[in-house]
């Protein structure tokens, strides 16, 4: 949530189109304890959450950045999105973390191909931490800079995503998919 989400905020800042999914079954934050994480079900409102743990422990909750980080969510939309729920076709799909990205791959090989509509499915590993969240957002600003800019991106993406790849120093996966 916090990766995508400085991401949506930059991009978004920046005047593009942007929307930011998840794709696990539930939203889970951290809790008092590796063990013990909060738990909500996708349509639960950031306003809702960020009630809930302000109520559970406000002093930790705002201690551990999580009470700030939802305080800027809830600014940008109303609550998390599932992409496996949504019916809306894009042209690229980023994700921050390789364990998302293959939820991405895994939820169109389930769904199957109907279209002949293409869709870029690209990886860049990023930290959960607030630091590397913020990094992470330039990076990806970065990329849809050379996308934006490329004539024929379905046919330079590749020489784009190696030429970032080896600019930015972290490894980039890319799928190309039908929708």
Do not use: W
């Not at 990094?135 to 379905?154: P, R, W, Y």
């Amino acid at each position: 949530m916090n990766r995508s989400m400085e991401a949506h905020a930059r991009l978004q800042k920046k005047g593009y189109n942007v929307l930011s999914f998840g794709t696990g079954d539930k939203i889970k934050l951290p809790g008092p304890s590796v063990t013990q994480p909060n738990v909500y079900e996708f349509g639960t409102s950031y306003e809702e959450i960020y009630q809930d743990l302000a109520k559970k422990d406000k002093v930790m909750y705002k201690q551990n950045g999580i009470l700030h980080m939802l305080d800027r969510n809830r600014i940008i939309k109303p609550g998390p999105d599932r992409l496996q729920d949504s019916e809306k076709q894009f042209d690229v799909i980023m994700t921050a973390e390789e364990r998302v990205y293959d939820q991405v791959l895994e939820h169109f090989e389930q769904r199957g191909s109907k279209e002949d509509q293409l869709v870029h499915v690209i990886n860049m590993d990023i930290q959960d931490n607030q630091e590397e969240a913020t990094i992470g957002a330039f990076l990806f600003h970065e990329l849809v800079q050379m996308f934006t800019g490329s004539l024929d991106l379905d046919n330079e993406i590749d020489e784009l995503l190696q030429d970032f790849e080896m600019k930015c120093k972290r490894p980039i996966l890319h799928s190309v998919l039908f929708y």
